[in-house]
Each structure stands twice: as C-alpha cells, then as structure tokens.
C-alpha cells in the first residue's frame, strides 16, 4: 500500500504543531473505519518501511531543529500511544465479531427498550398486600384451576346447597366420570387457598391470598368473566370479632388514609359465621356524597366473618389441630378490580384486562 505523502513540517510552533497533530489523530480515526481489519491499520500506521509512522519520524522528527526536537518528540509519542490503542481496540473488535460470526457495526445507535409500567390491578393487589403484610400476615398462593372441594365442599358448601348458584362456575369439561368432589373447575374464589394453608400447617395462621379468580359472568363495564381478589385468613386461639373489626378498620385507614371509618353490617357467606358486608366512608367525598359513592358517603368493599365451624372440620381430618371446639379466626375478602378502579377512576372494567398500550401507559 502507498503511504500518502508526508509534506515538511516547515514551522515548529505550538500553534502549527497542534494543528499538524490534530489532523494526525482525525486521519488515525477516519482509517480506523475505513480500513479493513486490525491488519491494514497496523500496515499503514506501523509498518516497519512505508508506515506513516515511520515516515512522520524522518519527515519531521529528524528534521527537527534541536531546540524543537523535544516538543515534536512527545507530540510524536502521544501519536503513537494513540495509534496502538486504536489497533488493540480494533484487535479486540475483531475478537468479539469473530465470535460472533458476523461484523458488528459499533457505530449504529442502540434501540433504546420502552419502559414500561406496573399494571394498575398488581398494584393496586400489592399496595393491599403490603398493608397486611405490615400487620405480620404472610402471603400464599394456590392453583386456579381447582377440585370442587377445595371451591366448595371444605367452605361449606355441600353438593346441592343453594349458595353454589351465586358462584356461576366455569367446570371443565369430561369430568363425569370422576367423584363429585374431585372434578375440576376454575376457581370462583382465593377462599380454596384458605384450606391448602390451614391443611399445609397448624394453628396459628395469618395469611393474606391475592389472585386471579373466574365466574361464569357475561362483561359488561362492571363484570368480567375473570377478576382478582385478596383474601385474609387468621386462625389462633381466643380470636375474636373484635380483633376481625380491629384488623380491617385499621387496614382501610392504612390503604385509603387516616380519615376513613368502616361499618359492618350483617350479612351471610357459607363459610363464616356471623358474617358481616363492610362498608368504608368514602374516601373521594369524606362521606359528604359524590359520584363515587352513588351520593351515600359509604362504599361497600368487603365481606367478613367468623370461621364457621364446618370448615375447621373440613380441615380437621388432615390438621387435628383445627378443632373447633380449641381455635377460632376470621376471614375476609375484597374484590380487586373494584379497589383499582375507584381508586384510578376507572369506568370500564374491560380496560383493565384489554392490554391496551394508550391505558396502561397512563399509570407509568
Ligand atoms: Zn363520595
């Protein structure tokens, strides 16, 4: 390869020897690029007869009036340094592409990923869990798809109870043939997760269960086929109402915020016994009426009771220590959907399950 040539020097201020070596060091990158491979760099720039080097040495170091040789010397160093860390680099370059199989072109702009947010269901269920979690509850999960005595049966629902039909559930299907409690089904609540925990451990309990549930449910903008709930699940003994209304009073001051109250009214569920329906002040209004609160100043959010009896002896056979003549808890249940979509003034619940990228990418 011919060397371009090398004009003199011809003045040897700093000025002219700046601009010399600048231009020096543009030309060590522009044939970094240009060349190909390490190879031919390190012909051009190093090479023993025609490298630039070599030439820029007797063009313009050797000419170098004495009192100028030393400032041109270290300007020539420096040059060097650069040309052989420019040659590693291209050396390793070839490395990596060789690994690779291919080249790589270092000098494209990357793709930067989109960032994204967490989904406002997961945070609303973990702002939730965290407040119980601070309480000293602990969190379980379980399978959605379940046998119909952990759905039913162990919650006291026996086969043919009329409190099956407010679950409308999706069954899978060729299941005939199986004993009744031993078909599959989607699960209709987390409360099967209540027994896994109780059967997987003696008293006493305290847990919290969020999760994904399925009901045979048309959507619309308030219902969807699937939807989330937390439950809760504390079993001691001496376990009162008392500590049930305790426990949730000060949960919903903690999610919503200090002002809001909590009533309880009686209502029923198979598997508790009193159970109650709670209602909190509404947080938007302070209970002076609004939208949110249809104008009443409270909002319905959970559904509490007391362990009924039948389903500790449910549990029982596999736990002994579930007798419940010796303990007593509480459990509880909110849905989800519902929380996150007061909360962000959600109108649709379909939004939440749509994946929508213009939704979600409100709540970054
Ligand atoms: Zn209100």
Redesign the pocket.
Known sequence: MDADPLPPLGAYDPETLDQAFSALREEVETSARALAGPELFRLRWLGRKQGRLKLLSDAWLKEAPPEARRTVGQRFNELKAAIEQTLHALEQQGDASALLGESIDISLPGTAPRLGAEHPLMRTMQDMVQVFERMGYSVASGPEVETDFYNFEALNFPPGHPARDTQDTLVLANQERKPARERLLMRTHTSTVQIRTMESQPPPVRVVIPGKVHRNDESDATHSPVFHQIEGLCVGTDITFADLKGTLDHAMRAFFGPAVRTRFFPSFFPFTEPSADVQIS?P??GGR??R??KHS?WIELLGCGMVHPEVFRAVAGKQPAYDPARVSGFAFGMGVDRIAMMKYGITDIGLLYSGDARFLEQFR
């Open positions: 509404c938007f209004c009426g609004c949110k609160c100043g």
